[in-house]
């Protein structure tokens, strides 16, 4: 549709006729949002979406992820029949190949997370490997992994088909109509600005594909993602290719196969990329291919001619090179855009756009009409985004890397190597002569451990007993038996600040916010459903001013979060204080002895007593400590005006290596809040989960003054009673040994009494404990309450084995809080300055966590 007019108006917009583009426009007609309007700048799907391959997976990283997946394959086998559009789709199934003992292990875990998803799938041996892909060189492949539902689809029929079922249904598509800006009006969606009139909408979704970037950009929107070659190949015609043939996956090799109208189409994605477009996208560019680079990719093409020896008797009748567009962490931005209330994004693909396109069209559409998605999609949310990663330099080298980061093998110790020391803390060059090794979090160089050899990452990879378990162990043990040093600089420090702060963040918050100053209060971020958008901890640091201490990763989303759910004419501000504070952290037992040095304020347990906050003198510098402890021991998190970083650290090592003071990096963290059963934000808490089912219900207040957003829900599940039908829980796996494991991950299923009634949101050896330890979910229609988990016999699958576990609500290690709060007489402190717990469950089974309750 080009030579009809626009809409003066359209409730609304989506910039980019790809198939994200046109999904979420088909979707949306679906659920009746009639005059809806598609802008095309030139035809539809001639962007990237033309030349993809087209395979069609269904296991993501995450439960929900898994579901959106899984309907966009069902989908596809609905397509064609509704809107009369051939969509070419087939499900011939994948495989993935192992080569080594770790993919091995890796597939055989995707079996048992498959299982739990209800997706079926098979291991496979050499001779039905051979049976199924007789064309492959299999020396070196220890077995395989079959997914029978999965399929391959012909992107451009599917565009198409999502277009006309839009048409169908009352919206509107216009092809070669380029959109030239977003019209706001104080900071929020009107209009948008074509080259053939304006149309008047308050919603607006960018879906550009690689263009994205720099539209947004010009919009003082954040979107990283670059644009980078992708190469394939495909054969001339094969005698009796089968066209039921699977698609075929060799993630150590790097390349992928498929049968394409009796060739095979063959690809990589080569560990070092070539960017393209740095100076931008040509005007014209419409279907348009790019040069191929034979020297680039020889290697890629000498692994496919062996592993696939047969191509040597049939020609190459394409050799193709397109681009595709890459995010820097490997994963697409969707949702609301933090800069500009109206405007939604989904673009950064990486190569996935068509398994993709059916989930995140609806998702969008849940979005755009009711406010929030159905499912969490808090791993690809657009907010989480900082505004340094739009820098455009960065994004051009990270994309090189970012061609493959979603292959090849993933463990801890696999580290990103591109745009390195992007985002260092103050005491990143004292950290490193330490021995630190860091890790890439966000551009933030983060110390993951200590190495005084420095001999820094190992190279051989493992998913299970790491090379640096022997020097985490002492650092988990210093914190045990004295203190230990941990730099958590690059959390997110946001100011709430003005007369009406605590009434803006107890809109947010479940919590009570409006406590006295000098109060630090844990709390969750809400959304409409109760469901938890953000774990915070905020100080009154004065009537009018509060300091939220956040994860690296949510330093902007929950910025956001606070300004879009205020009423417009509060008075208050918020400000990003991240680089203004350095924040340390002091634990262990002599934690207090080794400030109390170094100070003149009285810091004793009764002066100080856990869970308050003061300011303090410190060495030489005024600074915020707060009696808190991630890792379950007695701890202090101080706040360092940046300046006075340096100063304060000199001054609490040379107080507190003499008492046994050790450098510890996030991995010990990790480790020691894992036996303490602390809940991470992002694996065992999310926007999927209420406080209640998170047994977190202590940190939420029906009562308060005015209602918070998610009370109406949260209000309606206390009804229910104290034992929810979805319990988070601290799990151990019995009999484990730091030698052989088993370790526990994420996604293994867990049993009750024979019958699926849970799964592994995060695991770490507990090496305080010497156990292997877990935090999981677990579902039971009649509640999960202490007698149900104490009458059942539970058990963890892993990579195919099953696994005897302890389960209980109650924390593994210190489970009545007595080393945070510095003894036995400590144990019944209650939650001064918040309010008292709602369910009684919460009391007896969380009481460790009131850590973090002022």
Same mark, same amino acid.
């Given at each position: 549709m080009t030579g009809r007019p626009l809409p003066d108006r359209a409730p609304v917009v989506i910039i980019g006729g790809g198939v994200i583009g046109t999904s979420t426009l088909y979707h949306l007609a679906k659920r009746g949002v009639e005059g809806a309007v598609l802008l095309e700048r030139k035809q539809l799907a001639s962007g990237t979406t033309w030349h993809a391959a087209g395979i069609v997976g269904q296991l993501r990283e995450s439960g929900a992820q898994t579901e959106l997946s899984k309907y966009t394959a069902r989908l596809f086998t609905e397509l064609e029949a509704e809107t009369g559009q051939a969509t070419g789709y087939k499900q011939n199934g994948t495989i993935h190949l192992a080569l080594s003992e770790i993919r091995l292990e890796q597939l055989r875990r995707n079996h048992d997370h498959a299982a739990r998803v209800g997706i079926e799938s098979h291991l496979l041996g050499l001779g039905d490997l051979n049976e199924k892909w007789p064309w492959v060189n299999y020396d070196g492949v220890l077995g395989g992994f079959f997914v029978p539902s999965n399929g391959q689809v012909n992107p451009l029929d599917v565009t198409q088909a999502f277009a006309r079922g839009a048409r169908s249904n009352g919206c509107l598509v216009f092809e070669n109509t380029v959109a030239k800006r977003i019209v706001t009006r104080n900071g929020r969606v009107v209009a948008v600005e074509t080259e053939r009139g304006t149309i008047a909408t308050e919603k607006v979704l960018l879906a550009g594909g690689m263009w994205t970037a720099r539209f947004a950009k010009a919009h003082g929107?954040?979107?990283?993602?670059?644009?980078?070659?992708?190469?394939?190949?495909?054969?001339?015609?094969?005698? &009796?290719?089968?066209?039921?043939?699977?698609?075929?996956?060799?993630?150590?090799?790097?390349?992928?196969?498929?049968?394409?109208?009796?060739?095979?189409?063959?690809? =990589?994605?080569?560990?070092?990329?070539?960017?393209? =477009?740095?100076?931008?996208?040509? +005007?014209?560019?419409?279907?348009? %291919?790019?040069?191929?680079?034979?020297?680039?990719?020889?290697?890629?093409?000498?692994?496919?001619?062996?592993?696939?020896?047969?191509?040597?008797?049939? =020609?190459?009748?394409?050799?193709?090179?397109?681009?595709? #567009?890459?995010?820097?962490?490997?994963?697409?931005?969707?949702?609301?855009?933090?800069?500009?209330?109206?405007?939604?994004?989904?673009?950064?693909?990486? #190569?996935?756009?068509?398994?993709? #396109?059916?989930?995140? =069209?609806?998702?969008?559409? +849940?979005?755009?009409?009711?406010?929030?998605?159905?499912?969490?999609?808090?791993?690809?949310?657009?907010?989480?985004?900082?505004?340094?990663q739009g820098n455009a330099a960065y994004n051009a080298e990270r994309v090189t890397e970012a061609v493959g980061l979603h292959w090849g093998l993933h463990w801890p110790g696999r580290q990103i190597d591109t745009a390195r020391g992007v985002r260092r803390v103050p005491l990143h060059d004292r950290l490193n002569a330490k021995g630190a090794v860091f890790a890439e979090r966000i551009g933030w160089e983060v110390p993951m451990y200590f190495d005084p050899s420095g001999k820094g990452w190992p190279s051989a990879p493992s998913i299970g007993r790491q090379e640096w378990f022997p020097l985490v162990e002492t650092e988990c043990l210093a914190a045990r038996d004295a203190a230990a040093l941990l730099d958590q600089s690059m959390y997110g420090k946001i100011l709430v600040q003005g007369p009406d702060a605590a009434r803006a963040l107890n809109r947010v918050c479940g919590a009570e916010m409006d406590v006295p100053v000098g109060t630090s209060v844990y709390a969750q971020f809400l959304n409409q459903r109760g469901g938890i958008e953000a774990d915070i901890t905020a100080t009154r640091i004065g009537l009018e001013k509060f300091v939220i201490v956040t994860g690296h990763p949510s330093q902007i989303r929950d910025q956001a979060w606070i300004r879009e759910h205020a009423d417009p004419g509060w008075r208050f501000e918020v400000f990003d204080a991240t680089s203004s504070f350095s924040l340390l952290s002091v634990h262990g037992p002599r934690s207090r002895e080794i400030l109390s040095s170094i100070s003149t304020d009285d810091l004793s347990e009764e002066a100080f007593p856990f869970g308050d906050a003061r300011e303090i003198d410190l060495a030489y510098a005024r600074v915020w400590a707060i009696r808190r402890s991630f890792l379950g021991e007695l701890g202090y998190e101080l706040l360092i005006p940046t300046e006075f970083t340096a100063g304060v650290y000199e001054a609490l090592l040379a107080a507190g290596e003499p008492r046994g003071l050790r450098h510890i990096g996030m991995f010990?963290?990790?480790?020691?809040?894992?036996?303490?059963?602390?809940?991470?934000?992002?694996? &065992?808490?999310?926007?999927?989960?209420?406080?209640? %089912?998170?047994?977190?219900?202590?940190?939420? $207040?029906?009562?308060?003054? +005015?209602?918070?957003?998610?009370?109406?829900?949260?209000?309606?599940?206390?009804?229910?009673?104290?034992?929810?039908?979805?319990?988070?829980?601290?799990?151990?796996? %019995?009999?484990?040994?730091?030698?052989?494991?088993?370790?526990?991950?994420?996604?293994?299923?867990?049993?009750? &009494?024979?019958r699926l009634a849970g799964h592994v949101t995060s695991g770490a050896w507990g090496f305080r404990l010497r156990k292997s330890l877990g935090m999981a979910t677990l579902h039971n229609p009649?509640?999960? #309450?202490?007698?149900?988990?104490?009458?059942?016999?539970?058990?963890?699958?892993?990579?195919?084995?099953?696994?005897?576990?302890?389960?209980?609500?109650?924390?593994?290690?210190?489970?009545?809080?007595?080393?945070?709060?510095?003894?036995?007489?400590?144990? $019944?402190?209650?939650?001064?300055?918040?309010?008292?717990?709602?369910? $009684?469950?919460?009391?007896?089974d969380h009481r460790d966590l009131r850590y973090q309750i002022g």
């Open positions: 929107i954040t979107v990283p993602l670059h644009a980078a070659e992708h190469f394939y190949i495909v054969t001339e015609a094969i005698p &009796d290719l089968p066209k039921t043939l699977p698609g075929l996956v060799v993630l150590e090799e790097r390349i992928y196969a498929k049968e394409d109208a009796g060739k095979l189409l063959i690809g =990589g994605f080569e560990a070092r990329g070539k960017a393209w =477009g740095r100076d931008g996208i040509p +005007e014209s560019f419409e279907f348009d %291919e790019l040069p191929f680079d034979m020297e680039h990719l020889e290697p890629v093409l000498e692994t496919i001619f062996v592993r696939m020896p047969g191509l040597a008797e049939h =020609g190459v009748q394409t050799f193709f090179n397109g681009p595709e #567009s890459f995010t820097p962490d490997g994963r697409p931005y969707l949702g609301p855009a933090p800069e500009m209330p109206g405007l939604f994004l989904a673009a950064g693909m990486n #190569s996935n756009g068509i398994l993709n #396109s059916g989930g995140v =069209g609806l998702t969008m559409a +849940e979005w755009l009409i009711d406010g929030l998605p159905s499912r969490g999609m808090g791993s690809m949310l657009t907010a989480r985004a900082h505004p340094f010990a963290m990790n480790h020691c809040r894992m036996e303490k059963a602390f809940r991470h934000f992002g694996h &065992d808490i999310g926007e999927d989960d209420t406080p209640y %089912e998170a047994g977190l219900g202590f940190a939420v $207040k029906l009562d308060k003054a +005015e209602p918070f957003v998610g009370c109406q829900a949260l209000a309606k599940q206390k009804t229910t009673g104290p034992a929810t039908p979805h319990r988070t829980v601290a799990i151990a796996v %019995e009999g484990a040994t730091p030698e052989n494991g088993p370790f526990l991950i994420h996604n293994e299923p867990i049993r009750h &009494d024979g009649e509640g999960v #309450s202490k007698q149900w988990i104490e009458k059942g016999r539970f058990t963890v699958r892993v990579a195919g084995q099953d696994f005897p576990l302890t389960v209980q609500l109650a924390p593994f290690y210190d489970p009545a809080g007595e080393r945070m709060r510095g003894g036995p007489s400590q144990a $019944k402190t209650t939650n001064k300055g918040n309010q008292a717990h709602d369910r $009684k469950e919460d009391d007896p």
